[in-house]
């Protein structure tokens, strides 16, 4: 299945996500790994709707900066 840029974006965007979670300390890897899941999974968007995903994905990649952050070491996912 060929994917759209969008697409790959997004997936991307993901792969990073998980991968800065290695950074974080082990017993709060899997609240950091819920979240991140529940971010991606609450919108329920059309592959058509190309401006809420382009959002989504400025507003995702602001908060990988953020988590990065070698002083965030816990998240708590409040939904």
């Not at 401006?51 to 400025?58: D, H, K, P």
Request: aromatic share 8%; hydrophobic share 35%.
């Amino acid at each position: 299945m060929r994917r759209s840029g969008l697409q790959l974006d997004v997936l991307h965007l993901y792969r990073e996500c998980l991968r800065a979670i290695t950074k974080k300390p082990q017993a709060s890897q899997p609240r950091f790994r819920a979240f991140v899941r529940h971010e991606f999974t609450k919108h329920n968007l059309s592959p058509r709707d190309v401006q809420a995903t382009e959002f989504l994905l400025r507003r995702g990649r602001r908060q990988l900066e953020t988590y990065r952050n070698p002083n965030i070491t816990d998240i708590h996912n409040w939904a």
